[in-house]
């Protein structure tokens, strides 16, 4: 049985662990890998972190998961195990998605309960999707992305890299996302948006904070 660990100890990384506690025939869970030491204090998690995943030196039998929301951060904290380790990086499907037999799903990636996936659908490497969200037909999703729960993405929509998409967020048939791009929560996405920008609102605008 090979041991699983989990990079990122906050609120996902916490419900990945849930999920593979709840059904996991194949992996032991030896904990996460988090710089942040005290992230875990007050929980019932307390003394899982392991190491730092910029210095952790894998074991021959280690396999990993990136459970980091932040598409940015979920590169950074797993490219000295990516790059100079050449870490084993899982792909998880959990048994409640519903995912097309015809769709392809990139490595590393994970594809929580209640996502529904369909026919000829691509999505990248280190993409995770999360519950209740629906991705249509023919749909293409980047590497290194964050879906967010109860999103619908409407066949044939092109989504690029490093993009995140907050809940409650439509991206309607055909629309294209470029690269970095944030969706803002409840959004509706139309047309073509740029790269490296955030949106919001229905239809979805250029956003900015002040």
């Known amino acids: 049985m090979r041991a699983l660990l989990i990079i990122g100890a906050g609120g996902f990384g916490r419900e990945v662990l849930s999920y593979i506690e709840d059904d996991n025939p194949i992996f032991r869970v030896k904990g996460f890998l988090d ?6 204090k007050g929980t019932h998690r307390e003394g ?3 190491g730092d995943p ?14 980091l929301g932040d598409p940015r951060l979920r590169y950074k904290y797993t490219d000295v195990l990516r790059n100079e380790h050449n870490a ?3 792909t998880v499907v959990h048994p409640q998605a519903n995912v097309s037999r015809h769709a392809y799903i990139g490595r590393g990636c994970i594809i929580t309960p209640r996502v529904g996936i369909s026919v000829d659908v691509k999505i990248g490497d280190f993409t995770n999707i999360q519950e209740y969200t629906v991705v249509g037909h023919d749909c293409k999703i980047g590497n290194w992305c964050q879906i967010n729960s109860h ?24 629309a294209v996302i470029g690269d970095g791009v944030v969706v803002g929560p409840g959004s509706v996405v139309i047309g073509r948006i740029p790269s490296d920008i955030t949106v919001l609102g229905n239809p979805a605008k250029r956003f900015s904070y002040r």
């Open 35 to 40: 710089d942040r030491h005290d992230v875990l």
């Open 48 to 50: 899982m972190i392991i």
């Open 54 to 67: 910029a210095t952790y030196i894998p074991c021959y039998d280690d396999v990993f998961m990136a459970a």
């Open 88 to 90: 084993d990086f899982l």
């Open 151 to 174: 999103c619908t993405i409407a066949g044939g929509a092109r989504i690029g890299d490093f993009v995140t998409i907050h809940p409650n967020s439509v991206i309607t048939s055909r």
